[in-house]
């Protein structure tokens, strides 16, 4: 009897050691770059993928589930509504500073529709109607002067990524050294699904 009283402190014994050994969980830290985007072209939209934090190849933007953001000149777009079959959206946080942006809401994302921005062809300036996030839009003030500049409004974007994650983004320029159309952008993707953009 005695051996057993000692077999079952054992297991209480064992038991408390195993719980205070479990840690508490971990934030995944989200991964932060700033990148230039080619979107020079007038026609083609150049699309960017999360997930690869890099420019990817899409065949039809309408059906592929790979992109999350797609640029032309100086229109966005994400793989929702008119644009994409994705769960895609964009949430607009306003001019407050990027890092005080800690957590991603998890409704009232916008999603893509038609005619709600127009693009300018850059040789012929003709206006076309495009399918575009109405959000994403607002990144920068266009200034009518040649060559056109954008000037960044500095507002901070929580974008809901095709597959459902989050990321936070800041369009830093429109230009650089190549001319107009290349997009710089600084992002924070928050890969585990969860809503932390710190």
């Given at each position: 009897?005695?051996?057993?009283?000692?077999?079952?402190?054992?297991?209480i014994?064992?038991?408390?050691?195993?719980a205070?050994?479990?840690?508490?969980?971990?934030?995944?830290?989200?991964?932060?770059?700033?990148?230039?985007?080619?979107?020079?072209?007038?026609?083609?939209?150049?699309?960017f993928?999360?997930?690869?934090?890099d420019?990817?190849t899409v065949?039809?933007?309408?059906?592929?589930?790979?992109?999350?953001?797609?640029f032309?000149?100086?229109?966005?777009?994400?793989?929702?509504?008119?644009?994409?079959?994705?769960?895609?959206?964009?949430?607009?946080?306003?001019?407050?500073?990027?890092d005080?942006?800690t957590?991603?809401?998890?409704?009232?994302?916008d999603?893509?529709?038609?005619?709600?921005?127009?693009?300018?062809?850059?040789?012929?300036?003709?206006?076309?109607?495009?399918?575009?996030?109405?959000?994403?839009?607002?990144?920068g003030?266009f200034?009518?002067?040649?060559?056109?500049?954008y000037?960044?409004?500095?507002?901070?974007?929580?974008?809901?990524?095709?597959?459902?994650?989050?990321?936070?983004?800041?369009?830093?320029?429109?230009?650089?050294?190549?001319?107009?159309?290349?997009?710089?952008?600084?992002?924070?993707?928050q890969?585990?699904?969860?809503?932390?953009?710190?």
């Open positions: 009897m005695k051996k057993l009283s000692n077999y079952f402190l054992l297991i014994f064992a038991s408390s050691v195993l205070s050994c479990k840690k508490e969980p971990v934030e995944t830290p989200t991964e932060g770059k700033t990148i230039t985007v080619n979107a020079t072209s007038d026609e083609e939209w150049t699309y993928s999360f997930e690869t934090g420019v990817i065949t039809d933007p309408a059906t592929d589930k790979n992109w999350d953001l797609g032309l000149r100086s229109h966005i777009r994400t793989n929702s509504g008119t644009s994409g079959s994705a769960q895609g959206g964009a949430y607009d946080k306003g001019v407050v500073d990027f005080s942006v957590e991603a809401p998890t409704s009232d994302f999603i893509d529709v038609d005619d709600e921005v127009t693009q300018i062809n850059m040789t012929t300036y003709q206006y076309e109607p495009i399918s575009a996030n109405a959000v994403l839009e607002t990144w003030e200034d009518d002067s040649t060559p056109p500049i000037h960044p409004s500095n507002k901070i974007f929580v974008v809901k990524t095709a597959s459902g994650k989050y990321a936070k983004i800041h369009v830093k320029a429109y230009s650089n050294e190549s001319g107009t159309g290349n997009i710089t952008f600084e992002y924070k993707y890969a585990d699904g969860t809503t932390n953009l710190k």
